[in-house]
Every structure is written in C-alpha cells, then in structure tokens.
C-alpha cells in the first residue's frame, strides 16, 4: 500500500507514553482482541482475524484534550463490525464499552465510551496509518479511535473490551482530572497539519468545514 501523506507529520507532539513509561512488547502470536460482557458471543481475535475483517477507511481529525489536532489516514475495522460479531445491542442507549489497554511494567490504563454515540460517529479500530503499520507511539497493534472523543479516550495498544451498563472513570480521567465524558469541546485548538489555529464552536468530531 502506497503511503499517504500527513502534511506536517514531523511538527505533531509526541505520544509515545501511552501509559506513564511507554508501550510493552508486543508478541502477535499472543495478542488477542477479548469482547466480552454484555455479548452474545465472546470473542478473541487474533492480529490475522482482525486484518481479514472487512476494512473501513478514514480520513479524519484527531483531537488531543492538550489542545493539538491532526488529520490522518487511517485503515482499519468499524467497532460496528466488532459488536456485530460479538452480537451487543448497538443502540442501546444504556450499554458502555470499557477499553483495557495490553500492559506496561507499571500495569495497563483503560477508558469507558457510550457504544451508541460512538457508532453514530463511525468509530473504529485503527491498524494502519498514513498506509503504515502503526508504531507503538500510535498504538501498535491497535488503537481505537472515535474522532468525536479526546485522545484520552481512545486507547492504544487495546486488547480487550468490556461491554456493560456503567460508565467508569478510567485512568487518565481519574489521574488528571478529565471529563468521563471526553466529548470534543468548543474551544480554540492548533492544527499541526495545517500549522494554524482555529476556533472550532460546535461539540464532538471537528470537520473541514469547522476550519474552513
């Protein structure tokens, strides 16, 4: 695959501690994505299971809770495709998703999101960028992403998901303080692809037409 170019890609803050020291090892043979919780089925997807998922495209922008945004290419599986094989209720409005990062030395972090608001807004779970492998500073082996969420919120290096009825404070909203609910606030953010700032006035994922 022909990679993509992300303008700027060399001037976007790095992200590499995931969890306070950085990502661990990671052996694919080993890796698995668990579905479990309120499921029809538990599920635990290889690396290889996930790549022979139907794909899903995106080229959209990130929002960082720290004020930097990044628009990029990224290839991966829908989280609708994931709850179908797991047979979840996608529009109940009651039911959450808890994301389990893999560990570190120092343990693994995790995050709620609601399942219904982020279906609406296409989330998914990314295996490539800019038509690359992610790296571990991206996530490697897969990162989930709903652009309507701070990063905060979207974990990287995920290996398991628990579907269930509480939202829960996570890791990073209970060691800094942010919102459980990390939905994208209007607030004025630096476009790192763009080398600008902009003001963006609306609430959830920022789009073209918000910088424009």
Not at 8 to 35: C, M, T
Not at 57 to 64: G, K, L, T
Not at 91 to 109: E, F, H, R, V
Request: overall charge neutral; charged content about 25%.
């Amino acid at each position: 695959m022909q990679k993509e170019l992300t303008p700027n890609i060399g001037k976007k803050p790095s992200s590499l501690r995931y969890f306070q020291e950085g990502a661990s090892d990671i052996d694919l043979k080993h890796w698995r994505l668990r579905v479990s919780g309120e499921v029809k089925t538990e599920l635990s997807l290889s690396y290889d299971d996930i790549l022979r998922l139907p794909k899903t495209y995106s080229h959209r922008r990130s929002v960082c809770v720290c004020l930097w945004s990044i628009k990029r290419h990224w290839r991966g599986v829908s989280l609708t495709e994931i709850l179908n094989l797991a047979g979840v209720s996608l529009y109940d409005k009651n039911l959450y998703m808890k994301q389990i990062s893999s560990a570190t030395p120092k343990g693994s972090y995790d995050s709620t999101i609601h399942i219904s608001s982020a279906v609406e807004r296409n989330a998914i779970f990314a295996y490539d960028v800019d038509g690359a492998t992610l790296t571990p500073e991206q996530g490697f082996p897969l990162r989930f992403h709903d652009f309507g969420l701070y990063l905060y919120k979207c974990v990287k290096s995920i290996s398991e998901i628990h579907v269930g009825r509480d939202n829960e404070i996570g890791y990073w909203e209970n060691f800094a303080g942010y919102d459980v609910d990390g939905t994208v606030q209007a607030k004025r953010y630096y476009a790192v692809d763009l080398q600008r700032k902009f003001y963006f006035d609306g609430l959830g994922e920022v789009l073209d037409r918000d910088i424009d």
